[in-house]
């Protein structure tokens, strides 16, 4: 007769499952809890415990780590030692093992104590796991209990398949990997360990990838937190791999100001931002830096959306509308387009590192989280109140907009935005076309600093009356220079904001 160990946390299912091995003329062992449910159910089952010998012991801490269960796991059944080894210990093989681990990844982000936490990381799960996956060619290895339908059906027609005992093997490393490095995660402070272990959760396939012919998936990190994790889908298709991508950068932007703000995003960077006295202030204000770009765009609000607001949105086609909330009445309004994606978000960005997958390796980096105060005025003549004002509302908008990157605000409100060029002169003349008429005394802020004095030329030639900029060029002084020429005020930060 064959047997399977059967030791599960989350019991779905396994009433269903373990009868369907009793049909099937298998025998089951089992521990703890695991046991007690399929008794009280009325399943023959066999305490591991009188399978050892041995009883449970430290709480159950220990309890199938054991020569009797591992060697019947291990033993391959192909190798007339092994199976001699057996008979004279007398030990019977295990042909099947069903278990599901301690749920680590969700008690690790619950708030209970460390202590608490540490006794979810499940140690007698994970071994057998690995030697039964090990062992696939002989033992049917179960980890997920959506497998429980696919081993029944093929164990009805005959035995289950060695396709299917090597993807369900696969399924099991896959599974104790990520497990391991949301341990390693847990326990460890160093943010640059000496081994990169992400353990991340797949949440949804996408409908494509950065183009149709691309496939994509969505994948949640199983110990860290985060606004792209919590989200919540209101209305509208399924998002693709752009979607996501975007909102993350849109809401990145609205979650620099605790003012009423609205940020525009195309291909990953803003096309329009401000800050407004209501969200309608702020996306007519948004809205107007480029009403061409924003169609078919994302928008992201960090107010609830009003009605007022979302009888505006509903006016262009736009892609996704994401905020904390939503007003009923702007909700049925925006659901009067049954495409729009309507996002809810309430959680504010969290993450610490950045990863930029790279052909054979990762570049690992902190997040680009600081934000100079630590502000010099290098010039003769000295913003405004005003213009500094809107000097730090563009540094914050350049943060998140693709190098070469520069933005020209005025009143909070980004009016031309200029990104990713090889050199800063074009994204320069970009964004004054951009801001048109409305540029002159407007205020201007670049990611990095000038290695020329041709912007500030162009900045005197627009009437653009003030500057933001890193500096830490040899050449500070010529735009210094030209800056006292045209009395125009430059501050510099001492911080750049490449965003690649």
């Known amino acids: 007769m064959k047997r399977a160990l059967i030791s599960v946390y989350d019991k779905t299912g396994v009433l269903e499952f373990a009868r369907f091995l009793i049909e099937h003329g298998i025998e089951i062992i089992s521990t703890g809890g ?12 066999i305490e591991v415990a009188e399978v050892t010998k041995a009883p449970e012991m430290l709480d159950g801490r220990v309890k199938t780590l054991h020569p009797v269960i591992h060697g019947g796991i291990l033993a391959i059944r192909e190798n007339s030692e092994h199976m001699d080894t057996l008979k004279r210990r007398d030990i019977k093989p295990i042909d ?68 299917t005992r090597k993807e369900l093997a696969g399924k099991v490393f896959n599974l104790t990997s990520a497990y391991d490095a949301a341990i390693s995660k847990f326990l460890l402070e160093d943010e640059m360990p000496q081994y990169l272990n992400i353990s991340y959760e797949k949440m949804m396939d996408l ?51 605790k003012e009423p703000a609205c940020c525009g995003v195309k291909h990953s960077t803003p096309c329009g931002a401000a800050i407004g006295d209501d969200v309608y202030d702020a996306y007519m204000k948004a809205y107007e830096c480029d009403p061409v770009s924003i169609f078919g765009g994302i928008v992201a609000l960090n107010r609830e959306v009003t009605e007022e607001a979302a009888k505006e949105m509903v006016k262009i086609f736009l892609e996704i509308v994401i905020a ?35 052909d054979g390796g990762v570049l690992v980096q902190e997040e680009d989280l600081d934000f100079s105060i630590d502000y010099q005025v290098v010039t003769n003549t000295k913003p405004t109140v005003v213009e500094m004002s809107d000097l730090e509302f563009g540094m914050k908008i350049v943060k998140h907009v693709k190098s070469n990157a520069i933005v020209i605000a005025k009143n909070k409100m980004a009016i031309g935005i200029g990104n990713g060029e090889t050199n800063r002169i074009w994204p320069t003349n970009q964004a004054i076309e951009r801001a048109g008429e409305r540029v002159h005394g407007a205020v ?57």
């Open 444 to 500: 201007l802020a670049s990611d990095a600093f000038f290695p020329f004095r041709d912007v500030v030329d162009t900045c005197a030639k627009y009437g653009i009356k003030a500057i933001i900029q890193p500096g830490g060029s040899i050449r500070d002084k010529e735009s210094i220079d030209a800056c006292n020429e045209n009395n125009i005020s430059m501050v510099f930060t001492g911080m750049r904001h490449f965003k690649h």
């Open 96 to 163: 099947m093992v069903v278990v599901n681990l301690y749920p680590f990844f969700k008690k690790v982000g619950e708030d209970i104590s460390f202590d608490e936490k540490v006794e979810f990381i499940d140690i007698g799960g994970p071994t057998m796991l690995r030697s039964a996956a090990k062992s696939f060619k002989d033992v049917v290895v179960i980890s997920d209990i959506n497998d429980y339908s696919r081993v029944m059906e093929e164990m009805s027609q005959g035995e289950v398949t060695f396709k």
């Open 34 to 45: 695991t046991y007690k449910h399929l008794k009280s159910n009325n399943i023959p089952v």
């Open 207 to 257: 409908r494509y990838g950065e183009n149709p012919h691309q496939k994509a998936a969505y994948y949640t990190s199983t110990v860290d937190d985060g606004a792209m994790k919590n989200f919540k889908q209101l209305n509208g298709k399924e998002l693709s791999f752009n979607n996501i991508r975007d909102m993350d950068v849109a809401w990145k932007v609205v979650c620099e100001f």
């Open 324 to 358: 904390p909330g939503y007003t009923q009445e702007a909700l049925e309004i925006l659901k009067t387009k049954k495409n729009l994606r309507v996002i809810e978000c309430r959680r504010k960005p969290m993450d610490k590192l950045n990863l930029v997958k790279v």
